[in-house]
């Protein structure tokens, strides 16, 4: 089956840091990926996704390039902010039904 | 963008009783709609998906008696939390998927507290 795998937080940064969150996956096919941000007490909302191999998914700042020889997604941001604060959750999606397969988040923390 | 509404946004119910939690898509035809369940610090688990017009799919070990889904029109799904006790407290989010995009748009959440 489908899984996705992302490093533990919680991640704690200065403001201004640059950012990495791993995110790994595992499918049968050839999955669509997406990283979601959740601010709290808040649902999810897409912050960007890339549906085929190569491709690079940007928003606000932060950067994710779809690397099937190594079937990651990590996250980016050069310069973080406080504002940033929140948790992240890589996820796939593969097949009929749109259903969404997420990483167990990584909570990141920025200080200023 | 595509918008999806929940309400309440939060409740306070008591043990025994059941509390229905609205999920709308109002700005799309929303054929297929999700609802997750989200302990504190943990990711999402899908509880259950539903197709408009029919009967909803349950993930492995989720009660399908206790947690009562309909799906009756494109735009609206409905999570009913049946006799809720204490241990279904936790934080509701439904999404919702139109025909042709593989996105699912998310709805801010319903957090339920069982006294």
């Known amino acids: 089956g489908n899984s996705v795998t992302q490093m533990e937080g919680p991640v704690t940064l200065s403001e201004e840091a640059f950012l990495t969150i791993n995110c790994t996956y595992t499918a049968t096919g050839y999955p669509s990926l997406f990283w979601y941000v959740q601010y709290p007490g808040e649902g999810l909302q897409l912050l960007l996704k890339a549906t085929k191999a190569d491709d690079k998914g940007s928003n606000k700042g932060f950067e994710a390039t779809y690397r099937k020889e190594t079937t990651s997604f990590h996250l980016e941001k050069g310069s973080v902010q406080v504002s940033d604060s929140a948790v992240y959750f890589c996820a796939l999606s593969e097949g009929a039904g749109n259903m969404l397969t997420f990483g167990g988040g990584t909570r990141l923390m920025v200080k200023p | 963008g595509a918008v999806v509404s929940q309400h309440p946004s939060w409740v306070i119910c008591k043990s025994g009783t059941s509390v229905k939690i609205e999920c709308r898509s109002l700005d799309f035809q929303a054929t297929t709609m999700f609802w997750y369940r989200q302990f504190p610090k943990q990711s999402l688990m899908l509880m259950a998906t539903s197709n408009e017009g029919s009967k909803a799919t349950y993930e492995q070990g989720v009660e399908k008696d206790k947690f009562l889904i309909n799906h009756a029109s494109l735009t609206l799904s409905t999570l009913t939390v049946t006799s809720a006790h204490p241990e279904d407290s936790s934080f509701y989010i439904c999404?919702?998927?139109?025909?042709?995009?593989?996105?699912?748009?998310f709805g801010p959440g319903t957090r339920l507290t069982v006294t």
């Open positions: 999404s919702a998927a139109g025909l042709v995009s593989y996105e699912q748009y």
